[in-house]
Nanobody, 113 residues
Framework: QLVESGGGLVQPGGSLRLSCAASGMIFRTYAMGWYRQAPGKQRELVAAIGSDGSTNYVDSVKGRFTISRDNAKKMLYLQMNSLKSEDTGVYYC?????????WGQGTQVTVSS
């Protein structure tokens, strides 16, 4: 099970930190990622972190977002800085391995003045 938290309303240029708490899985063996679904658009992968700690980002968030994980606490994080209106959407946490994956329920992020 994956449960996200930390979403909310923030002004352009502001920051938010999303968290994802994992349970019922061997967290350290899973690749993890944050997806975003903007209104009227398809869900897209924003950032991912492998079980080895390697990271990848979509170009639009490079230099602004940082994904991290704490295997001991079974937590995934997304630090979002310099937020823009186009970052608005529902953010989902996902974990996957070779056998399948898990999704969280999502948390709303709204960037607006």
């Amino acid at each position: 099970q994956l449960v996200e938290s930390g979403g909310g309303l923030v002004q352009p240029g502001g920051s938010l930190r999303l968290s994802c708490a994992a349970s019922g899985m061997i967290f350290r063996t899973y690749a993890m990622g944050w997806y975003r679904q903007a209104p009227g658009k398809q869900r897209e992968l924003v950032a991912a972190i492998g079980s080895d700690g390697s990271t990848n980002y979509v170009d639009s968030v490079k230099g602004r977002f940082t994904i991290s994980r704490d295997n001991a606490k079974k937590m995934l994080y997304l630090q979002m800085n310099s937020l823009k209106s186009e970052d608005t959407g529902v953010y989902y946490c996902k974990g996957w391995d070779t056998l399948g994956g898990y999704w969280g329920q999502g948390t709303q992020v709204t960037v607006s003045s």
